[in-house]
């Protein structure tokens, strides 16, 4: 048994369960180990949430800076990243529902250790349409704002996307980035060009 195998487990029981739910002996039964056995791979439930939100997180950044990489116009390094997140917490929908759904769950000092990792990943968003205010593409008061509204949007999604649904991650990723687009868009700069 190895750690990453306890804490799929771990994020799939979380899921369905919530965390309060869950026990240690629940996680225990799921990889087949002795409740005692578990405690020889980690502390305690918290230190599991920890991780797991650590790790949803870290598989975000890391995707969605890859969508963004490249060079070209801040509203397609937006699409590109709205894509990215979207089709992530669809492929990782356990893990996406408990980093979205149980983060309030973590104790005082495990929330501090996060909140760090939390940060970089919403500083994303607020530099990517920071760059589009400066370019001139966006018309926006409060990019940090704007970022959480954004987030806050595609973060609802892990509680009604279903991947059997009519709409894949896909679609549903262009028609929010057509909404917070058309919401950011420089008006004048359009009517110049238009």
């Keep these: 048994m190895t750690r990453n195998e306890i804490l799929d487990a771990a994020a799939q029981i979380f899921s369905q369960k919530g965390y ?11 990889v087949n180990l002795q409740k005692a056995s578990l405690y020889h791979h980690v502390s305690n439930k918290q230190e599991i949430l920890f991780e797991l939100l650590n790790r949803g997180l870290d598989i975000l950044i890391n995707r969605v800076e890859e969508a963004i990489d490249d060079s070209g116009p801040p509203d397609e390094r937006l699409r590109r990243a709205t894509c990215a997140y979207l089709s992530t917490l669809a492929e990782y929908q356990d893990l996406a529902s408990v980093l979205l759904l149980e983060y309030r769950s973590l104790e005082p000092d495990y929330h501090d250790r996060h909140i760090p990792q939390r940060d970089r990943f919403e500083q994303i968003w607020v530099e990517l349409i920071q760059e589009g205010v400066d ?13 959480r509204a954004l987030l806050g949007v595609f973060n609802w999604t892990v509680t009604w996307f279903r991947a059997d649904g009519p709409m894949s991650a896909e679609d549903i990723a262009d028609q929010l980035s057509d909404l917070f687009l058309m919401g950011l868009t420089n008006r004048d700069n359009n009517l110049e060009t238009g």
């Design 20 to 30: 309060h739910g869950t026990s240690m002996q629940d996680i225990a039964l799921a």
């Design 135 to 147: 370019a001139g593409n966006f018309t926006c008061d409060h990019p940090s704002l704007s970022a």
